[in-house]
C-alpha cells in the first residue's frame, strides 16, 4: 500500500491505493483520524495521476475522475458506491432515489450509511446526495466543505420540498 497527503481548497486530504486501484481518499476530519497500516510506503509516483485529476477537478477542468478504485467494502456499499458514480457533475441526487437504482427501495437508511461509509470522497460523489426536501444533509467532511465541493460543480441545491418530485 502506498499513502500521500494532498493539499485541497477543502483541507488536506489522505491517499491510499496499491495496484489494484485508489482505495481511500480521505479528508481532514478530527473525528476519524489517519491512520498509515504496517508495511505502507509513503507514494512516490504511484498516486500521481489520482494527485494530478484531483488538481484539475479542483481547478475547474474535470468534471470525470478516470482512475482505478479499488474501494473496500460489503456487497452492498459497493451497489451504493457504484451508484453513487452514476450521478453526473453538478446534479443532486436524493438518498431515496439511490436506494431506487440499487432496486432496494426501502433500503433508504442503509443507503445513507453506506454512503457515509464511502471510503473514497469526492471521487465517488458521496457529496452529491442530498436530503429529499433539498436540505444539505450529513456529511463526513463537514457541510461547509459539502457546500463547497457542490458550489464547485455548480449544483448548490435550492431549498425545495419538491425538489425530486
Not at 48 to 56: F, V
Request: hydrophobic share 40%; proline share 7%; aromatic share 10%.
Amino acid at each position: 500500500m502506498f499513502y500521500r497527503y494532498q493539499e485541497s481548497p477543502i483541507g488536506r486530504l489522505f491517499m491510499v491505493g496499491d495496484e489494484q486501484g485508489l482505495q481511500q481518499l480521505l479528508m481532514d476530519v478530527e473525528r476519524t483520524p489517519w491512520r498509515i497500516g504496517d508495511g505502507w510506503q509513503e507514494a512516490g509516483s504511484q498516486l500521481d495521476e489520482a494527485s494530478r485529476q484531483l488538481d484539475e477537478y479542483f481547478a475547474g477542468r474535470r468534471q470525470r475522475f478516470e482512475l482505478r478504485l479499488n474501494p473496500q467494502g460489503t456487497p452492498f456499499q459497493q451497489a451504493v458506491w457504484r451508484a453513487l458514480q452514476q450521478i453526473p457533475f453538478g446534479k443532486i441526487d436524493s438518498y431515496s432515489a439511490l436506494a431506487q437504482r440499487i432496486e432496494r427501495p426501502k433500503a433508504v437508511r442503509a443507503v445513507g450509511a453506506a454512503n457515509g461509509a464511502n471510503p473514497i470522497c469526492i471521487i465517488i460523489p458521496c457529496h452529491r446526495v442530498i436530503g429529499r426536501d433539498g436540505s444539505l444533509t450529513g456529511f463526513a467532511g463537514g457541510l461547509p466543505r459539502k457546500q463547497l465541493l457542490l458550489e464547485l460543480e455548480g449544483a448548490v441545491p435550492c431549498p425545495q420540498a419538491s425538489l425530486f418530485d
